[in-house]
């Protein structure tokens, strides 16, 4: 093995190091507390980017393919696929159901903003 | 550098095993920067298989025959074009490109979800790395990509000149890319599984990436095809090859998935089967690969060892039961949210769509493992032809473009009568004055092509339909100009009028499938100078032989050592249609037992065709010339016993000479197809379609920016 094929190994390895090693350091640093999901208790919040809620992600996710429902029965109805009866009834209970979610994802909301704000008093 | 590219894979392997332990570690513990850790892995294995497969692809392209697969792929004959790609032709070259693709689009896909579903990604991420870790295992304890000679020749053997075809260039890339994409929804599915997070946002995490697998294997599936049409000599496209149907089959489950995923998205319906698809894609996948590089059934595109064969029904293995587990594990976090409201709706049709699709991924399955199955079973090995296949495709083929024109006409959730019997009336009209057409014409004796034509009319009709109805709602609702709506109609419903672009594109091909299959007309015979054939209204006049010497010199610029060919006049009645020039290479073959000379030329021939293509017809001309002539061959053996390595090309211009002045007969393959261009047209509109499904949609992008600014906004405040 020639000196240049070392020296490139040698490298390479370091800079393997160093990207797959930094999310270990930086989580050791002096700076950083140690919020991960384990000492965190049940809740997993470590796995959570900043302003981020699982249920409240799947939540949004619902109401974007609801309102998506409600888009295409409607485009249904005007190329002539529903009937006007049919349509309303359709957009009523597409509708309600959205309403749902919107509620839903405001207690949701509530339910997220409530202990966060008791963390930030805490931190702050 | 083979140190280097060896070295790299060895620190490949480390990197994915670290990977997968600190992914399933953080996952578990909740530590998220082991997790993120894992991810960085998975880049850095990027980064790392970039490196080795640089070290390849220069070792290729510098004529370095120290390494063991260089010498054994290519040589310094071999035109720079096919030498770049000559990498994956080898065994250990396709294992890396393999590698180095699923690395890379596991970068992709991981970077995308970085701050979504963390726990889904975790578990993704070490299934990724567990794939290329097999794969990187498979080449440094099996085939060695990097593995160097002990004396090093001072030539190659050479590209298979089979493979010295343009499309090659990107067909197998494109096919592993498919492959490889199939490989992340199939992690995030696992993933999914293994957290307990089986609702919509998974699905919606990996939709593009099951879009561009579909994508990319269609591609490489009809360049395949485009490949076998042109390359191989036999004047067809699809031969129900073992390795043909096994990249056809994830393509169908895919296609599947596309549809039935929109029913979960839409209806939380359908979980149980989206998820089992979505693992039987990327098995299929695996399975499709394994064909290839297994060896373990016959086949023109199968180019590996058997080698191989037990690592990867080990891997199905796993892939299969874990599954399995998987799914009845969790069946009760799968229940649907909700029914079918009615079986006239687009949901039903979708149902039916995805039954014809898996239907005709199961024929195929059996078909093209039959030859296992029956061995296992009686010990004999026993294989299935096309017949076999036509038999139950065909119907199934005719019910699947049928019903693409059905389900665009078809509300969601429920459709009166009334509404269906108005939507159907165009298309159904449209079938019918098809049908009126061809008996008319009178080619209704030909069943298949008939109900194809009639199918694809509806089909056109009825999409047609859609775009009219959709632009016509969008200038009423908005009041702009009918060519304004059409554009803001496809632009806000992307996937819907995308999917209706592929539903044509999938009719305008199957038109051309059924055409050029039912009326083609060919002859195969043997012509001397000035003789001519009648191939359906077309004569065929052999006009003079030809032949060309040299690499450079050779037509088809493939590296040939002689090339050998005929100049044919095609007319139609008293009308000139074409000039065809078609021709067979001959390659080096580097045995020395056959002679200094007979060595020039000892290599696999290959014939190069030459069609005259047009929208309605193509005429296609092979040939093969008798190179075995006895005057020919006095001339090989003469010099074979007079000539050094050094002066042996000289006896091919001597051959080369008495070949255009006293030619034998020549063996000749003549093919009138009709509407073959339209399967590659169909082809091009099913990748428009697809593209304009796959874009991201403005409402989307707008969000992006949106976040983005505000982000932008956000951060002074926050350092404030």
Known sequence: MGLLTAVLIVLLLAGVVALVGAPLRRRHGPDQGTPTAGEAGESRDGWLAPGSDPALDDLEAAREAKYREIRDAELDYRTGKLSAEDYGSIDADLRTEALEILDRIDRARGDAETPGSERDDEQG | MPGLGFACLLLALAVCLYGIGASVYGARSGRVEFAESGRRAVYALAAILTVAFAVLEIAFLRNDFAFNTVADTSSRTTPTFYRAAAVWSSQEGSLLLWAWLL????????????????????????????????????????????????????????????????????????????????????????????ARRVDADWIKAIRRFAFAAWLFLGVGVLLGARWSYSELGWGGYWGWDAVENASLMPWLTGTAFLHSLMIQEKRGMLKVWNVSLVLATGTLAIMGTFLVRSGILNSIHAFGGATL???????????????????VSRRDMLRSQHRLDSLLSREAAFIANNLVLVGLCFVIFWGTYFPLISEAFTGQEASVGPPWFDRYTVPLALVLVLLSGIGPV??????????????????????????????????????????????????????????????????????????????ELVRRNRRRYGGYVVHIGIAVLFVGVAASSSFQHASELSLRPGQTSKVGSYTFRYVRPTATLTPQYDRAHTGSTLALGAVLDVTKGSRHVATLEPSEGFYSSGDPSQGTVGSLIGGQPVSHISLNGGITRDVWSAVAPEIEAPQLQRIVRAGNATLGPEEAIIALG???????????????????????MWIWLGGLIVVAGALIAIWPAPSTVRRRVAARSLARAGRPLVRA
Not at chain 2, 123 to 152: C, D, E, H, K, Q
Not at chain 2, 310 to 327: D, E, Q, T
Not at chain 2, 423 to 434: C, E, G, H, K, S
């Open chain 2, 103 to 194: 690395s890379l689009w596991s970068s992709l896909a991981l970077f995308v979800t970085r701050r979504r579903m963390r726990e889904v990604a975790a578990y993704a991420t070490s299934i990724l790395l567990g794939f290329v870790a097999f794969f990187v295992g498979l080449m440094i304890f099996y085939a060695n990509p990097f593995a160097t000679l002990s004396r090093v020749p001072a030539e190659g053997v050479g590209l298979d000149p089979l493979l010295r075809f343009p499309t090659m260039m990107i067909h197998p890339p494109m096919l592993y890319s498919g492959y490889t994409l199939c490989i992340i929804p199939l992690a995030f599915g696992m993933g999914a599984l293994l």
């Open chain 2, 410 to 487: 078809i509300a969601w959730r429920r459709a009166t009568l009334a509404n269906a019997r108005r939507n159907f009336l165009v298309p159904v009209l449209a079938a019918l004055a098809t049908l009126a057409v061809l008996a008319a014409v009178g080619v209704t004796h030909k069943g298949f092509a008939t109900a194809m034509f009639c199918c694809a009319s509806f089909v056109f009709a009825s999409v047609l339909q859609e775009f009219w109805r959709g632009t016509r709602a969008r200038r009423a609702m908005t009041g702009v100009a009918l060519p304004r709506a059409f554009v």
């Open chain 2, 309 to 327: 064969g037990v690592p990867f029904v080990i891997l199905i293995g796993v892939l299969i039961g874990s599954s399995i587990y998987l799914v």
């Open chain 2, 654 to 676: 001597v051959l080369a000479r008495e070949y255009l002045k006293r030619p034998p007969p020549a063996q000749f393959h003549f093919i009138v197809s009709p509407l073959v």
